[in-house]
């Protein structure tokens, strides 16, 4: 899609019209899929560096276990698909196939979605928050987020806060991680005689341990992360236990589950440290998998990922179901208001240059008129009419693009005012 001059990283706004949405996601692809074309913070910083020599210079990118996207201003979504795919197992083609193209309103009404929980596997999922915020912050650390992002991504946070306080799309506890602690309640006896062992101790990997002991009542947990000070003071925080990434292969042996939520682009669960496989069951909540594909073969052995954890369909998903309609209000609310701040934006060259003029002209017409009213008197006066007719002109630019007739028609009024 062609598209108008972009200004990045200037006060001048973006296109909006340049804004796109492009991505994968669990709609259309499997885990196996997905994880072709998932992106850790090296393949994430990788991109940055490069992003400039493909023309983009705004952007950030979300990569989950059920998407990988990435939001940007660029003259073509092609130039995004490109730029993302050099850092990715599939190919441009293969994702370029599988992928959805949204551009303007059509991708900020995309990110309000996301960010609320609306799209994602497990509806109302709020996890998907605290890795929207990741994202964006790691971009900002690299200056790619410029104000038209900041403000578009701050309002969507703000979104997904009164939907959570004003609806019950996020009530219950339907999340990747409680959804595998179910699964074990389902299909394990006797749970707190089981030695489970946790592999990631980041944001699943925690929520995953809290919920095997706030729903399962086990503490007989080992947690092991590539920063072992990471899984001790989790660890330490609800009292079950962690080991060195350097005793894994133990662990891995000895344990009756094995659930992995790590961030590591190559399987660390490997068919060698199993054996002949054993009675166990490995739930993999990773994207890429962490789990290699050969371990399903094993004989006893349950491989279970997170495109089987989202098919829980309970009570509490149907009633998330039912708050769809208010979550969407609250959106579209929030989308209204910031097309308006962007179109003020958009304006407000013109609007300070109608503003600077109008000022030149008071200050003309009362240099050398004899007058006894007090000066500071008559610079507030003017200064009030001013801004009361800039506030009037901004209000008939939302509603029509006539610019230069504004212009005139302001100037026209104050001298007629003032004169």
């Excluded at 994207?287 to 954890?309: F, Q």
């Excluded at 050398?368 to 610079?379: E, K």
Aim: charged share 20%; net charge neutral.
């Amino acid at each position: 899609m062609a598209a108008n001059t972009t200004f990045i990283n200037s006060t001048i706004p973006c296109n909006i019209n340049s804004f796109f949405a492009v991505g994968i996601n669990y709609k259309k692809t499997d885990a196996s899929v997905r994880g072709m074309f998932a992106i850790g913070n090296e393949q994430y910083e990788s991109i940055l560096t490069i992003a400039p020599s493909f023309g983009v210079t705004s952007l950030f990118i979300l990569s989950t276990c059920n998407r990988t996207e990435i939001y940007g201003f660029a003259e073509t979504a092609e130039q995004l698909i490109n730029l993302l795919c050099t850092q990715t197992k599939g190919s441009t083609a293969e994702f370029a196939r599988m992928a959805y193209i949204k551009a303007g309103k059509n991708a900020i009404e995309h990110l309000f979605h996301v960010g609320a929980g609306l799209d994602s596997q497990l509806l109302g999922d709020y996890e998907i928050v605290g890795q929207l915020k990741q994202a964006v912050k790691f971009a900002k650390e690299q200056k790619f987020i410029n104000s038209f992002l900041e403000r578009l991504f701050n309002d969507v946070l703000q979104a997904s806060k009164k939907i959570k306080n004003e609806t019950t799309l996020s009530d219950g506890t339907v999340s990747v991680s409680f959804a595998a602690s179910q699964y074990i309640k389902s299909h394990t006896t006797a749970i707190v005689s089981k030695n489970i062992l946790v592999l990631g101790a980041g944001k699943i990997g925690r929520n995953t341990c809290k919920n095997l002991v706030d729903y399962l009542g086990t503490h007989k947990i080992t947690v092991i992360n590539r920063t072992e000070e990471k899984a001790a003071r989790l660890a330490s925080e609800l009292n079950i236990n962690y080991a060195s990434i350097d005793e894994l292969d133990s662990y891995v042996s000895s344990a009756d589950i094995i659930i992995t939520a790590t961030n590591a682009e190559q399987p660390i669960i490997l068919s060698k440290q199993l054996g002949g496989g054993g009675n166990k069951l490995i739930i993999d909540l990773a994207i890429p998998h962490n789990v290699e594909e050969s371990v399903s073969n094993l004989s006893s052995l349950r491989v279970v990922n997170v495109d089987e954890l989202s098919k829980i369909n309970d009570l509490t998903l149907q009633r998330r179901k039912m708050e769809s309609p208010k979550a969407i209000a609250i959106i579209n609310d929030y989308i209204d208001d910031f097309i308006k701040w962007h179109r003020m934006r958009k304006n407000a060259p013109i609007l300070n240059s109608i503003k600077l003029k109008l000022n030149e002209i008071a200050l003309l017409n009362t240099v050398g008129r004899a007058t006894t009213d007090d000066p500071s008197n008559v610079l507030r006066a003017n200064k009030q009419l001013i801004q009361t007719i800039i506030n009037g002109v901004a209000g008939k630019m939302h509603n029509r693009n006539e610019g230069g007739c504004h212009y005139i028609q302001a100037i026209n009024e104050f001298i007629g005012m003032v004169c």
